[in-house]
């Protein structure tokens, strides 16, 4: 069975940091572009970061260009979301998804396998 599981989040202060896990089960990641998206109530899910099959390449939304590095470790099968500088608007329930093929993207209808998320909350 394929599957996605992230881990990870939790409750930190404004400008601290956290780094999320997305480890893949029944399948391996070497083939697939790995995106991560956020959701905050009330609000659309959003594209985050997004790592590429092939090459490793990155792309990083606006609002989280500079304090977010997304990285993959093919050996581990899992893809992480590191987190510096967090800011309270970086609220919101964080998933990783899987899409065959090498091309990354930012966009979520893009994406096959999704993991259940994990919630990150930045408050004083």
């Known amino acids: 069975q394929l599957q996605l599981v992230e881990s990870g989040g939790g409750l930190v202060q404004p400008g601290g940091s956290l780094r999320l896990s997305c480890a893949a089960s029944?399948?391996?990641?070497?083939?697939?572009?790995i995106g991560w998206f956020r959701q905050a109530p009330g609000k659309e899910r959003k594209g985050v970061s997004c790592?590429?099959?092939?090459?490793?390449?990155?792309v990083y939304a606006d609002s989280v260009k500079g304090r977010f590095t997304i990285s993959r470790d093919n050996a581990k099968n899992t893809v992480y979301l590191q987190m510096n500088s967090l800011k309270p608007e970086d609220t919101a329930v964080y998933y990783c998804?899987?899409?065959?093929?090498?091309?990354?993207?930012?966009?979520?209808?893009?994406?096959?396998?999704w993991g259940q998320g994990t919630q990150v909350t930045v408050s004083s």
């Open positions: 029944g399948f391996t990641l070497d083939n697939y572009a």
């Open positions: 790592i590429s099959a092939s090459d490793g390449s990155t």
């Open positions: 998804a899987a899409r065959e093929g090498h091309i990354a993207t930012l966009r979520s209808r893009d994406y096959d396998y």
